[in-house]
């Protein structure tokens, strides 16, 4: 099975980790092996620990450090962000079935190779994603969409998660047919 990217968009604070958290969760329950890329715009955000073994391996110029624990592992990579391409960083899911990305919003915006599923807050917000994103696999959020008769499907994915799970899994099993 090829792999499945979905871009999950949206304003701060709008659902879009809510979104993926859901997701994961169905569509894990239905089988599918599920990656999540998150982007954190912060400039000096670390997910590594001052301090730590593994930053002081990074401080001294190491490139790549991973650690190793009882249940997980680790690798962290010192990288320019600005130069890494989508492909570099998908390459890192590959052995998924369906890659969900939050965040990215210009990588991902107008790549018609990936749908995206839009979480609005507002009216304007969704007419906006209508001009910026293409293309639209779904809008999820706190505004209903339902009213404004867009060719897009509306889906309160709190109240029905499956069905925003069927309209994931419709677009993967279309995509592989």
Not at 67 to 77: H, K, L, P, Y
Request: aromatic share 6%; hydrophobic share 35%.
């Amino acid at each position: 099975m090829e792999t499945t990217v979905i871009a999950v968009v949206g304003s701060k604070s709008s659902g879009k980790t809510t979104t993926i958290e859901i997701l994961t969760k169905e569509l894990t329950r239905r089988g599918y092996k599920i990656a999540a890329i998150k982007h954190i715009p912060e400039p000096n955000f670390t997910i590594d620990t001052e301090g730590k073994d593994t930053w002081r391996f990074a401080k001294s110029g190491a490139k790549t450090i991973v650690s190793v624990a009882s249940n997980e592992m680790a690798t962290i990579e010192k990288v320019d962000e600005e130069s890494l391409t989508l492909k570099e960083i998908l390459k890192k899911c590959r052995s998924s079935d369906i890659v969900f990305i939050e965040g990215f919003r210009e990588l991902v915006g107008k790549k018609s190779s990936i749908q995206k599923i839009v979480v609005v807050k507002s009216e304007d917000e969704a007419f906006e994603a209508l001009k910026s994103f293409k293309p639209i696999l779904a809008f999820t959020g706190p505004y209903s969409t339902e009213n404004l008769n867009l060719k897009v499907p509306y889906v309160d994915m709190l109240k029905n998660p499956e069905k925003i799970a069927d309209i994931v899994e419709k677009t993967i099993r279309k995509g592989h047919a």
